[in-house]
């Protein structure tokens, strides 16, 4: 049985992309063994790898309004504290255990202490999920054994290399294509593509390894908080993942 697995890039809000991409594959009859993901990547695989259908998903996040879990943060370290999203993960994964899950997880955080990446793939699934989304400057680190941790995608947004040993077959998932554009007016807006463009760089080459590539188009120019587009961004995902499926015959194949 061929071992199919995904890995799922970070990008805020735009992250539910992936659940878009999840649910079309899961309509065709793919299943996937691995799951690797970064930032919203780690909370959508860990949905997934929890056996919890990724319209469900939707759902959830829509439902709950994430955001409205996350408090000020006391001191200089952040605006706002991710911490309280506990409250409401520990709902959906009451084990709070990685290797307890369905399908193996694997999440990729910054240790922020020893400036290194770190791949988590035992252990407290949703301390592992807080440390991949805590967005440096916007979020308290997460601290875990002593140690502080930021945003996986500070090192890695699209980290696939967790996939390359186990995995037969691997499946990319981005959601930060960016069109071309003439005229930026905002500062805001400049030093944002600056960092998409920064990010996607480094998932290009690390897209080599990926034998099929799923990436919406256009999709980051999304705010990543703008929660209002969240049911926009999963069918476009969806529709974009069903034309993939389409126009690749070994994942015509493997969907029979």
Same mark, same amino acid.
């Given at each position: @049985?061929?071992?199919?697995?995904?890995?799922?890039?970070?990008?805020?809000?735009?992250?539910?992309?992936?659940?878009?991409?999840?649910?079309?594959?899961?309509?065709?009859?793919?299943?996937?063994?691995? =799951?690797?993901?970064?930032?919203?990547?780690?909370?959508?695989?860990?949905?997934?790898?929890?056996?919890?259908?990724?319209?469900?998903?939707?759902?959830?996040?829509?439902?709950?309004?994430?955001?409205?879990?996350?408090?000020?943060?006391?001191?200089?370290?952040?605006?706002?504290?991710?911490?309280?999203?506990?409250?409401?993960?520990?709902?959906?994964?009451?084990?709070?255990?990685?290797?307890?899950?369905?399908?193996?997880?694997?999440?990729?955080?910054?240790?922020?202490?020893?400036?290194?990446?770190?791949?988590?793939?035992?252990?407290?699934?949703?301390?592992?999920? #807080?440390?991949?989304?805590?967005?440096?400057?916007?979020?308290?680190?997460?601290?875990?054994?002593? #140690? @502080?941790?930021?945003?996986?995608? =500070?090192?890695?947004?699209?980290?696939?290399?967790?996939?390359?040993?186990?995995?037969?077959?691997?499946?990319?998932?981005?959601?930060?294509?960016? $069109?071309?554009?003439?005229?930026?007016?905002?500062?805001?807006?400049?030093?944002?593509?600056?960092?998409? @463009?920064?990010?996607?760089?480094?998932?290009?080459?690390?897209?080599?390894?990926? $034998?099929?590539?799923?990436?919406?188009?256009? @999709?980051?120019?999304?705010?990543?908080?703008?929660?209002?587009?969240?049911?926009?961004?999963?069918?476009?995902?969806?529709?974009?993942?069903?034309?993939?499926?389409? $126009?690749?015959?070994?994942?015509?194949?493997?969907?029979?």
């Amino acid at each position: @049985m061929t071992k199919i697995g995904i890995v799922l890039s970070g990008g805020g809000i735009r992250g539910i992309a992936h659940l878009g991409v999840l649910k079309a594959f899961i309509n065709a009859g793919i299943q996937f063994s691995h =799951v690797s993901g970064t930032s919203a990547g780690s909370i959508v695989g860990a949905f997934y790898a929890a056996g919890i259908d990724p319209e469900e998903a939707l759902h959830i996040f829509i439902k709950t309004k994430l955001l409205r879990f996350v408090r000020p943060a006391l001191g200089n370290l952040g605006l706002m504290n991710i911490e309280h999203t506990a409250d409401l993960l520990k709902s959906y994964f009451p084990h709070d255990k990685i290797e307890d899950l369905k399908i193996p997880l694997t999440i990729a955080a910054t240790n922020f202490s020893e400036g290194s990446l770190e791949y988590f793939d035992r252990g407290p699934l949703i301390r592992a999920i #807080q440390a991949s989304c805590c967005i440096p400057g916007i979020f308290k680190p997460i601290m875990i054994n002593d #140690q @502080m941790y930021v945003d996986g995608g =500070v090192l890695n947004n699209f980290p696939v290399e967790p996939l390359l040993k186990d995995c037969d077959f691997i499946i990319g998932s981005s959601c930060n294509h960016l $069109n071309p554009v003439k005229k930026i007016t905002k500062i805001t807006s400049l030093v944002t593509r600056a960092a998409i @463009m920064s990010i996607n760089k480094d998932m290009e080459e690390k897209a080599k390894f990926c $034998n099929v590539m799923v990436e919406p188009k256009d @999709m980051g120019s999304i705010n990543i908080f703008d929660m209002a587009k969240a049911e926009t961004i999963y069918w476009l995902a969806y529709e974009e993942t069903l034309k993939t499926i389409k $126009n690749n015959p070994v994942l015509r194949e493997l969907s029979l």
